[in-house]
């Protein structure tokens, strides 16, 4: 008989106690397991605030929402991404704008976003990817000198750390006033959404 993964031999009775918690408390949804995740992710990602959701979607939309992201409205999203990112931008309204990836594939070519611009652009959309955070520097650049948002999408890089801070938490010392930028960041099976 099979004990599972690595991972999971290494963790199973914190696993399993929380298993055990969830299952007796009959909270499947919300509750203070919730609420204990929210408090330790944000910590862990040097954020003010985390709230769960259910998918990275869910976790970028609001992030949109809140930015005034609509009907009409452009953002540019990386053509090599999951999905869910470019679904997320569709489900407020607005239309994703694909551009392609740096050689290396793991951020959006900062020469190739800034063509991609229009009138109708609100907001650039960088992914970190495989663990990888983005080049966020030269995309912050484009987004201040266009008054563009930028809201990162961190579900693929967890921990990942960008310029000392881990993703999810923003560029610290960057001229983009904090209020142009969010970010979301998915985990399984439950997303979250943090921010600064």
Known sequence: ???GSAAYRELRADLDAAVRRVAASGHYLLGAELEAFEAEFAEYCGNG???GVGSG??????????????PGDEVVVPAHTCIATWL??????AGPVP????????SLDPALVEAALTPRTR?????HLYGHPADLDPLLAIAERHALAVVEDAAQ???ARYRGRRRSSGCPGTPVPTRTRSSARATTPTAS???D
């Open 57 to 70: 979607s869910a976790a970028l939309e609001p992030a949109l929402r809140a930015l005034g992201i609509g």
């Open 123 to 127: 907001a650039v959309l960088p992914v």
């Open 88 to 93: 997320a931008v569709s489900a407020v309204g």
């Open 1 to 3: 008989m099979s004990t």
């Open 99 to 106: 551009v392609d990836p740096t050689p290396d594939g793991l």
């Open 157 to 159: 890089a967890h921990g």
């Open 193 to 195: 959404a943090t921010s």
């Open 49 to 51: 605030h985390c709230a």
